[in-house]
């Protein structure tokens, strides 16, 4: 069961982090009209935080559960 959860959380998250590079590569920044009925919009600063921020929450979340399967930090070794 612990393994299908990572799994599962493992595809949420890729999906995630290549939605939100994906936004910020293609998004037009100099044209509103193209984000405006966005979520988030009608600003780019709303967007780019509704399109990019769970990716970015999710990247974190797969860095910490990689280092905490990795045995934690190393600064009891030090």
């Not at 919009?41 to 910490?64: C, E, K, Q, Y």
Request: no cysteine.
């Amino acid at each position: 069961m612990r393994q299908t959860l990572l799994i599962l959380g493992a595809v949420v998250a890729a999906f995630l982090i290549v939605r939100a590079i994906v936004e910020v590569l293609t998004l037009h920044y100099s044209d509103p009209s193209s984000y405006e009925h966005d979520w988030g919009g009608p600003s780019v600063i709303g967007v780019l935080a509704v399109h990019t921020l769970p990716g970015v929450i999710a990247a974190v979340v797969v860095v910490l559960v990689i280092r905490r399967s990795r045995g934690g930090s190393n600064d009891a070794s030090r």
